[in-house]
């Protein structure tokens, strides 16, 4: 059967994508004034209206010729689990149908009833995951595809109407490795950071790697003073190549360096992300080279404790181990958090919703 001309058309792309520069190009090219595009940006990143023809200070004509071309928020939630603490996580089903997941952590209410703290979201950057580590549920199913810059930033929309309050502090710790869609996100933040787009400051930012040395060099000469995290979860080549096969692309002489030109350029500190997981990184004698480690990065250490990932044979330590490999490092003077993964009770841990429902996609459809 022929197509009908609607099942050809391809989606609109999203006109989330656009900095303010080439707005001011798209407008040149659609015969609009060059002020269309600071409105435009309001109605955007300000009002955050997802539709164009809400946008009542723009011409009749204008609106039209933009729902012509393009789309707004380029996803939809399909799923959102709430979590007893508060925090919510939620899946979203991209225009082709494909998944990817958040997390919204929310700002703790004072006692008072005054919010104290921030909106954190756990953003993805890539359907799947490419780099396979062991223990992560984005691995588990290989990799699909990049999130465009529009696909991040929608992701920040799409919770803010969830939650009903503005977020002002992202984690790129959702699925996929950011640093492997580099452009893409070099994109979002700016729009994250623009005063006119989103205007979250860089130091509420955060970018977790799990060593793309390649992304970290080209992160190094972006201006704005984001954090880093380096998923580590593990301080020697032995126990990294054992759970994640990026080491063997760059090992710790590899990635070390660059960690140390970014402790010398950035003002803040390095977080070195480490998931204690039962009898492969959760000894006593682990804590020498991660100690090692953070002294010369004057880095702060992020303990987490190993969230069960179904279908992967890794435990999760007792409290009590955990508690003595944190107090080897306080011991040290190691800046130490411990992270027990909020939302638990959720498949908090990154890309377990998304593999729940395509375990359940697939068996039915087999
Ligand atoms: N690819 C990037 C960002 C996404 S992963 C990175 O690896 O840093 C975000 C964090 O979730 C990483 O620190 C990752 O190691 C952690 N993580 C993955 N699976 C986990 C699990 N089962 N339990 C606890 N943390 C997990
Ligand atoms: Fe990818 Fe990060 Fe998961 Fe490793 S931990 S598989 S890099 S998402």
Redesign the pocket.
Known sequence: MTPSPCEQMQPKSSILAYNYDELLELMSSLGQKPFRAAQLMDWLWKQRCDKFDQMTNLPPKMREQLEQRFDIIPLEVVEVNRSLGGTNKFLSQMRDGQLVESVIIPAAVAQNGERSGRVTLCVSSQVG?A?G?R????GLLGFTRNLSTAEILGQILAAESIVKARVDNLV???M???LANYDNLEQALNLIMDHRGLNIGARHITV???GHVEGMKRLLQFEKPIRL?I?L?GATDEVRSQIMPINNKWPLDQLVPVLRDWTEKSKHMITL?Y?LISEVNDGLEHTRPLIQLARELRAKVNL?P??I?DGLEWCRPSEAQCGAFAQELINARIAVTMRY?KGADIDA??GQLRLRRKTAEGSCNS
């Open positions: 995951c780099f580590c223990f992560c549920a984005s790129f710790m959702g996929g490795e950011p977790s790697t799990s995290a998923s979860h992300e998931i987490i190993y969230n990932v993964e841990a990154c």
